[in-house]
C-alpha cells in the first residue's frame, strides 16, 4: 500500500524557517509530479509549489522566493524548505505526488507561525 507521510511541521516565530518533508513508501514503481497544498483555518486549500520529476518548479506567488521545493528520488522524498515564515503561511501543509499515475495524499502537518 503506498503511503505519502509529511514531518517537520511545528510552531515557529516570525521570520524563521521550517523544512517540511514528504515520505513515499510503499509498492512504487515510479513517482512523477510532486507538490505541496496548504489549507488555513476557515480558507479553502491552496496550492503552494510542485516539482517534477526532473526537478523543474513552480510556486505560488505568495510564497516565490520564500520557499523553495526539492527532491531526493534516491529516497522518494519531496521537501518544502520554508524561510522568512509569516503569520500568514499558518495553516496544515499537505504533499501530494503522481505515484504510478494514481494521486495520493499526505495526512497533512500543522505549521504555525506566531510569536
Known amino acids: 500500500q503506498v503511503q505519502l507521510v509529511e514531518s517537520g511541521g511545528g510552531l515557529v516565530q516570525p521570520g524563521g524557517s521550517l523544512r517540511l518533508s514528504c515520505a513515499a513508501s510503499?509498492?512504487?514503481?515510479?513517482?512523477?509530479?510532486t507538490g505541496w497544498y496548504r489549507q488555513a483555518p476557515g480558507k479553502e486549500r491552496d496550492w503552494v509549489a510542485d516539482?517534477?520529476?526532473?526537478?523543474?518548479?513552480n510556486y505560488a506567488a505568495a510564497v516565490k522566493g520564500r520557499f523553495i521545493i526539492s527532491r531526493d528520488n534516491a529516497k522518494n522524498t519531496t521537501y518544502l524548505q520554508m524561510n522568512s515564515l509569516e503569520p500568514e503561511d499558518t495553516a496544515v501543509y499537505y504533499c501530494?505526488?503522481?505515484?504510478?499515475?494514481?494521486?495520493?495524499w499526505g495526512q497533512g502537518t500543522q505549521v504555525t507561525v506566531s510569536l
Open positions: 510503499g509498492n512504487i514503481f515510479s513517482i512523477g509530479g
Open positions: 516539482i517534477t520529476s526532473g526537478g523543474k518548479t
Open positions: 501530494y505526488g503522481a505515484i504510478d499515475s494514481i494521486h495520493y
